[in-house]
């Protein structure tokens, strides 16, 4: 391995301070550049060791970028059609109520093709979480628009800018899930900085434990970047998505219970 | 009084270089290389090391994972 270090008297065991979670494989992530659904991998992953559930988790992953998902965590995982991961995941807690289940899912994913799944899972109340990456895109097939997708915004299906006359308002589904009786926690989050790394571990350990519960569905939206669809570099989209993103899809809980 | 120093370990041929990393970090540790790792990116590195903090921002924005970080007083 090759590593570039800085100053190595500190470098030892009893100093580490951070190291990528052990839930990780050694497989090379096939994200772009600064693409944020690494840093949600990490972030899982980290939850899933430190809470111990290793051999009780068991992820569906979606179609979009984030479909070889199943390569990044050592845990069980089931692949679902586009846009089922939450009829998938359905299931599969329904005959193994032990089992931590969750869905990871883009925008395209959850909520174009999957609204029926995903809007009936919740109001089911399905003992599922929902990891639900939003960068207002389709990122894995070349920047088509998606429901999510912010008015006036360039995609390669809405060249001249997302016009809401003809093709509608961006889609706020975490913000109709959180008024479903079904749905337990949910809330909106981003892990662009360091500082909000934090909040979204914070919020998917609390749906980790809400999960035990058995007292409905839990969602975590992550407002995400897509550098490659959006058409900027890593840092520029960051930005972008700070100043154009976030006031129309603001941070915070949504749906927090009663406790 | 005790001062805190940090050390951070780059796994040099997994940065995709992002730059991500060097934004967050507050000390101005990181830059990138000139260079370039197999995959012809341009991957960051502790340029002024003595500034590290340990504060492990830069790993835990990182996408990839290819930080370490280590922390000591001394
Ligand atoms: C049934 C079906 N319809 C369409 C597609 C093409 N397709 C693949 S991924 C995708 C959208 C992905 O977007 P998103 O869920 O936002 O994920 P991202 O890549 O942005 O993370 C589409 C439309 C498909 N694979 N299967
Ligand atoms: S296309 Fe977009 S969402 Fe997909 S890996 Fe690249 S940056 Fe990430
Ligand atoms: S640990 Fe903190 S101070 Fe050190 S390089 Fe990373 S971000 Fe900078
Ligand atoms: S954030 Fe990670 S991948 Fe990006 S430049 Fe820094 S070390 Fe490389
Ligand atoms: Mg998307």
């Not at chain 1, 060791?49 to 988790?57: M, P, R």
Request: glycine share 10%; net charge positive; aromatic share 8%.
């Amino acid at each position: 391995m090759v590593e570039y270090s800085g100053i190595k008297e500190i470098i030892k065991p009893v100093n580490l301070v951070y190291k990528k979670s052990e839930i990780m494989t050694e497989n090379t992530l096939s994200y772009c550049p600064g693409c944020g659904h690494g840093t949600a991998h990490r972030i899982l992953a980290e939850i899933i060791g430190e809470e111990g559930l290793q051999s009780e988790a068991i992820g569906v992953s979606p179609v979009g970028c984030s479909v070889f998902m199943y390569n990044y965590l050592n845990i069980d995982w089931q692949e679902a059609a586009h846009g089922r991961a939450p009829a998938v995941a359905t299931a599969i807690k329904r005959l193994l109520p032990e089992k931590f289940v969750f869905t990871y899912q883009g925008d395209g994913d959850l909520a174009a093709i999957g609204t029926a799944e995903t809007i009936h899972a919740c109001n089911r109340g399905e003992n599922i979480l929902i990891i639900f990456i939003n960068n207002g895109i389709y990122g894995m097939t070349g920047g088509q628009m998606a429901p999510t997708t912010l008015p006036g915004m360039k995609s390669s299906t809405s060249p001249y800018g997302r016009d809401v006359r003809t093709m509608g308002y961006p889609l706020k589904i975490t913000d109709i899930v959180a008024t479903l009786p079904g749905s337990y926690y949910v809330t909106r989050q981003s892990v662009h900085t360091a500082a909000n790394v934090k909040k979204t571990k914070k919020a998917i350990r609390k749906a980790v434990q809400y999960q035990k519960l058995n007292k409905g569905t839990c969602l975590v939206e992550i407002v995400s970047n897509c550098p490659s669809g959006w058409k900027m570099t890593p840092v520029q989209a960051n930005k972008w998505m700070e100043e154009n993103m976030f006031p129309y899809y603001p941070l915070g809980d949504l749906k927090t219970p009663e406790e | 009084m005790a001062k805190i120093r940090g050390s951070i370990v780059v796994n040099v041929e997994r940065c995709k270089g992002c730059e991500v990393c060097m934004v967050t970090c507050p000390t101005g540790t990181i830059a990138m290389a000139k260079e370039v790792n197999g995959k012809g990116y341009n991957y960051a590195f502790p340029a002024n090391p003595e500034l590290c903090i340990g504060c492990a921002n830069c790993a835990m924005v990182c996408p990839d994972g290819v930080i370490t970080v280590y922390k000591t007083k001394i």
